[in-house]
């Protein structure tokens, strides 16, 4: 039996958490995510990431790097404003309202930080890219893929699984 979103842990209460959010929302998100993801990593295998001699205007041209760069700002909006994220929005307004109310719902903060994990993973990709490192592209956007495709098809969250790891250890606080 899981405990309610806002009841105190057990051994005390700590800080408020925030209001629970149906966790088939993330779930939705990732599943739209890592479609995209695997169209990169197809793109990037075919573009200018596995060819050293590219110009830069070539590598930033690359439909993979901008599909990266698209998902990159998604990921930063979901890490910022969750709120109001397209895939969120999304699932609330069209695919919601037409399943039964969520059994239990789940803490906002790990899904937000592993939308910032997925934004630094991604970023280094398009970094590494940028800068002439072959296969910097499809690895990053592989390993992209790979965490939202957990989370899509399994329910494990990679950056929520982080996050608890790290709160837990004390390196992130949770007031």
């Known amino acids: ?6 009841a105190p842990p057990a051994g005390g209460p700590r800080a408020p958490r925030p209001a629970g959010i149906d966790p088939r929302g993330p779930r939705f998100a990732a599943a739209i995510t890592a479609t ?3 169209v990169a990593v197809f793109l ?13 205007a070539a590598r930033l041209g690359d ?9 990159a700002v998604l990921f930063a909006w979901g ?9 969120g929005v999304l699932f609330r307004r069209l695919i919601r ?12 903060r790990p899904p937000r930080f592993a939308q910032a994990v997925g934004l630094v993973v991604v970023g280094i990709g398009l970094l590494l890219h940028g800068a002439g490192v072959p296969y910097a592209l499809p690895v990053a956007a ?21 996050y608890l790891l790290l709160t837990r250890a004390g390196i992130l606080r949770t007031s």
């Open 1 to 6: 039996m899981s405990r309610p979103a806002d």
């Open 36 to 38: 995209l993801l695997a």
């Open 44 to 56: 990037a295998l075919l573009g200018t990431s596995t060819d050293p001699a590219a110009g830069l």
């Open 63 to 71: 439909p993979a790097f901008v599909l990266l760069a698209v998902l």
């Open 79 to 87: 890490a910022g404003a969750p709120g109001s994220a397209p895939w």
């Open 97 to 108: 309202p037409r399943l039964d109310p969520p059994t239990d719902l789940e803490d906002p």
């Open 142 to 162: 592989a390993a992209a893929f790979l965490a939202a495709f957990l989370n899509a098809a399994f329910a494990l969250c990679l950056g929520c699984e982080l």
